[in-house]
C-alpha cells in the first residue's frame, strides 16, 4: 500500500455529510488519459474560453512591411509581437489574446514598472503603450541563466553562449520604444542600483529558475508597490491536501514547477500580503505540452504579518538562548 | 453547512481508491450509540484494519557496508564515575548550549539536541579513514569532524561564518537579534576541539562559496541534516560536487508524506519556518544527479534520535562523481539534432 496522503480528492456534500474520495495521482492521471475521459468529460470542463484572434487577411504588404519580415526573418523569437506594417513576429508564445487574463490597468501613467525576464520584450512594450516609465531585465546570454553547473564546460555545444535581446533590440527600434534594458539576472535586483517600481511583473520565470524563492525576495526588494507573478503551475500536484508542494524536474529546461499554494507561500515569504488569484489558464504556445499558468498578485511589505508573528514568538524563546550564553563558563 | 475542522473522519480504502466520509461531530456520536453500528462495530473495525503494515520510519540497513568500530558507550554515566577532570570539564562546556552529543572522555558527554552516535551504523561508514581528506559540511558541534578524525582522516570542518549566513528570509535580517541570529558561530566547536586535543581545521565558510581553488578537493565530501534548512539546496549540492573528487555522502532530510509516489521528485515548501524544503527521497537522488554525481545508493533510512517533539526521517545516499553525467551526453546529442534552420517569420 503507498502512503495515502497524496491523491487527487474530489469532495461531494450530501446534507451535513461529506464524501471525500481520493485516489492515487497515478490513477488519476491514467484516468484522464482515457477515451471517455478526453471525448466527454475534458469539452465540458474546458476553460480554454479565449481563441486565438483570427489572422488578419493577409493583405500584401507595403515595401515597408517586406523590409521589415525580412530582419524579422533573422531572428528565433519567443514572443509574437505586432511591429505594425501587417507584421507579427513569430514568437513561441502569443500573449496578445491571453491579455484579460492578466487583468492590467488600462493607464499605468505615472507608474515605473519592471519587466523581469523580458526576453523580446513583449510585455514591457505593452506596460509603456499603457503609459508607464519601464525597465526590463534580462540575462546577457543563455548561460547566464540558472543552468546546472555542470552543463557550464559544454555552453557553446549547447548552443547558449550567443547574446540574448537581438529580438527586443529589433522590435524596440521598430516600435520606436523607449523601454529601458538591463541586463542582469533577478538575482541582481538591488534597490540601490534599480531604484525601485510600482509594479514589478514576473510572467514564465521562475518556473526555470534553481532557487525561484531568492528570486522572488530579491524582486520584491525592489518593489514598493505591487508584484504581479504570472507563472507556470502544475496541475497534477493540484486538488490535493491544502499544502504547498513542488515537482522537482531536474535536470531539463525547468527546475520547480509548484502548486499554486507553493507559489502563494513564497510570495508571502519574500513580503507579498494580500494576495490574489487572478486567473488560471493554458499558455497559448507553439508547443506539445499545455503549460498552465496561474496569475497573483500582491502588494509588498518590509514587514508582513507572519515577520511580526514571528518575531514576537521568537522573543519569547530568545531568554533561554541569551541565558544559556551569558551563564558563566 | 458545516464547518471544516469540526467533522468526523473516517476513511476506508478500496483498492487504490480512498473514500473519506466527514459528518458533524453529533451525528457522528447519534450513530456511535446506535445499536445496529455497536453491533457491527468490530466486524467492520476487523476488515478496516486488516494488513496495514505501514514500514515508515523503519530502518533499511546494509549492514554487510557497515565496517563497524566498536560503538561509543551511550548510556549516561553515573556521577559518581565522574573523575575529577571530568568535573572539570563540566564545568567548561555547562555555559554552552550544545547542537550535537559528543563524547569529551572522563565520563562526560555533551547535553545535544541530536545524538548520532547510536546511530552510526545507519551512515555504513569505513573504520579507517586513514589518508583520505575529509571534508564535513556544517559540522556545528563538530561531532562528525570528530569521528572523520578519530577514524585516522584529515578533516576540515565547514560552518557559516555568522548565524545571519544561515539561509533565513531575507526580511528576517533587519530583524537579526529578535531572531537570535546575532550570536557567533562555533563556540561549541571550539570547546570540544581543545578537550579533544583535535586537528580539524574549521573554517567559517557557507557551501555555497565552495570553491577546489580555495580548499582544494575531498575523498569524500559530507552533508548531514543540512539541504533542509537551506533555500537553495540545489546550489549546495552543485558547490559540493566542485570540491569533491571521490564519494558524496548525503544523510539528509525527507518527508515519508511524499514517498511511495513511483519516481515522481516531490517537495514540501515548509517556509516560513526553520525548514525550506522538505524533499522525496526521489528528489534528494534527482538534485544529486543533476549536481554531477552519479551511481547513487541509498544505504539507509531511520528516524533521527533527536530532542525533538517530531519524528525527523533521515536518508543516507551515497555518490560517485563522474567526468560526464549521462544527461548532459543527451543534451548534447539533442542538441546536434536540433540544428536546423530557424523558423521563417509569418506575415499576420
Not at chain 1, 471517455?36 to 512591411?65: K, N
Not at chain 1, 541582481?188 to 514589478?200: C, K, N, Q, S, Y
Request: aromatic residues 8%.
Amino acid at each position: 500500500m503507498t502512503d495515502t496522503w497524496l491523491r487527487k480528492q474530489r469532495t461531494l456534500h450530501a446534507g451535513p455529510i461529506a464524501v471525500t474520495v481520493a485516489i492515487p495521482v497515478e490513477v488519476a492521471d491514467r484516468l484522464r488519459a482515457s477515451m471517455p475521459y478526453r471525448r466527454i468529460v475534458e469539452p465540458v470542463r474546458s476553460r480554454r474560453s479565449t481563441p486565438r484572434p483570427a489572422p488578419a487577411a493577409t493583405a500584401p504588404l507595403d515595401a515597408d512591411g517586406r523590409a521589415l519580415l525580412a530582419r524579422v526573418a533573422e531572428i528565433d523569437w519567443y514572443h509574437s509581437i505586432d511591429l505594425g506594417h501587417g507584421v507579427v513576429t513569430p514568437g513561441r508564445v502569443d500573449h496578445r489574446a491571453q491579455l484579460p487574463y492578466y487583468r492590467l490597468p488600462a493607464s499605468l501613467a505615472g507608474k515605473r514598472v519592471l519587466d523581469v525576464g523580458t526576453f523580446d520584450g513583449f510585455w514591457a512594450f505593452e506596460f509603456e503603450r499603457r503609459g508607464a516609465e519601464v525597465v526590463a531585465l534580462d540575462v546577457a546570454t543563455w548561460a547566464d541563466w540558472d543552468l546546472p553547473q555542470r552543463t557550464l564546460p559544454h555552453a557553446a555545444d549547447l548552443g547558449l553562449g550567443h547574446q540574448m535581446g537581438r529580438g527586443f533590440a529589433l522590435a524596440h527600434d521598430v516600435l520606436g520604444s523607449r523601454v529601458q534594458r538591463v541586463e542582469g539576472t533577478i538575482y541582481d535586483l538591488d534597490p540601490a542600483v534599480h531604484g525601485e517600481f510600482d509594479l514589478v511583473f514576473i510572467s514564465d520565470l521562475l518556473v526555470h529558475l534553481r532557487c525561484p524563492q531568492r528570486a522572488l525576495e530579491c524582486a520584491a526588494s525592489v518593489c514598493r508597490g505591487e508584484m504581479v507573478v504570472a507563472d507556470v503551475f502544475n496541475p497534477r500536484l493540484e486538488g490535493l491536501a491544502d499544502l504547498p508542494f513542488a515537482q522537482y524536474t531536474a535536470p531539463g529546461e525547468t527546475w520547480w514547477l509548484p502548486n499554486v499554494k507553493t507559489l502563494t507561500s513564497m510570495m508571502s515569504v519574500a513580503g507579498c500580503e494580500d494576495i490574489d488569484e487572478v486567473s488560471r489558464f493554458v499558455l497559448d504556445e507553439r508547443g506539445d505540452d499545455e503549460i498552465h499558468k496561474v496569475v497573483l498578485r500582491g502588494r509588498t511589505s518590509k514587514d508582513p504579518l507572519w515577520l511580526r508573528a514571528y518575531r514576537e514568538w521568537s522573543l519569547t524563546q530568545l531568554p533561554k538562548w541569551k541565558s544559556a550564553a551569558e551563564q558563566p563558563a | 453547512m458545516t464547518m471544516e475542522g469540526l467533522q468526523r473522519e473516517k476513511r476506508v480504502n478500496v483498492g487504490p481508491v480512498e473514500v473519506t466520509v466527514g459528518m458533524p461531530p453529533e451525528l457522528a456520536d447519534k450513530i456511535r450509540t446506535n445499536a445496529v453500528y455497536r453491533r457491527l462495530k468490530p466486524t467492520v473495525h476487523k476488515m478496516l484494519h486488516r494488513g496495514n503494515g505501514n514500514g515508515n520510519g523503519d530502518a533499511v540497513i546494509d549492514l554487510e557496508a557497515a565496517d563497524l568500530l566498536p560503538a561509543v558507550p551511550v548510556e549516561a554515566p553515573r556521577p559518581e564515575d565522574i573523575d575529577a577532570e571530568g568535573r572539570a570539564i563540566i564545568e567548561r562546556i555547562s555555559g554552552q548550549e550544545w547542537y550535537h552529543s559528543i563524547d569529551l572522555g572522563h565520563g562526560v558527554i555533551t547535553p545535544g539536541f541530536v545524538d548520532h552516535r547510536d546511530q552510526l551504523p545507519y551512515y555504513a561508514l569505513p573504520s579507517s579513514l586513514a589518508g583520505l581528506r575529509v571534508l564535513d559540511v556544517a559540522t556545528f558541534d563538530g561531532f562528525w569532524a570528530f569521528e572523520f578524525e578519530r577514524r585516522g582522516a584529515e578533516v576540515v570542518a565547514l560552518d557559516v561564518p555568522s548565524w545571519t549566513d544561515c539561509d533565513v528570509p531575507r526580511l528576517m535580517l533587519p530583524h537579526a537579534s529578535a531572531f537570535g541570529l546575532d550570536r557567533p558561530t562555533g563556540t561549541g566547536f571550539e570547546l570540544a576541539h581543545e578537550i579533544l586535543g583535535s586537528r580539524v581545521e574549521r573554517i567559517p565558510m557557507s557551501v555555497y562559496d565552495l570553491d577546489p581553488d580555495v580548499l582544494g578537493t575531498f575523498d569524500i565530501v559530507f552533508i548531514s541534516d543540512l539541504l533542509v534548512h537551506l533555500r537553495d539546496p540545489q546550489l549546495a549540492l552543485e558547490r559540493a560536487y566542485s570540491v569533491c573528487r571521490g564519494e558524496v555522502l548525503v544523510a539528509d532530510v525527507y518527508t515519508p508524506r511524499l514517498e511511495g509516489m513511483g519516481d515522481l521528485a516531490l517537495a514540501l515548501y515548509t517556509a516560513p519556518s526553520e525548514t525550506w524544503w522538505l524533499p522525496n527521497v526521489a528528489t534528494l537522488r534527482a538534485m544529486m544527479r543533476t549536481a554531477g554525481f552519479e551511481s547513487i545508493d541509498e544505504i539507509s533510512r531511520f528516524a533521527l534520535e533527536a530532542r525533538s517533539d517530531d519524528t525527523i526521517h533521515k536518508v543516507v545516499l551515497r555518490g560517485g562523481v563522474t567526468d560526464q553525467p549521462d544527461w548532459i551526453g543527451e543534451a548534447l546529442a539533442l542538441k546536434a539534432a536540433a540544428l536546423r534552420p530557424e523558423t521563417a517569420p509569418v506575415p499576420a
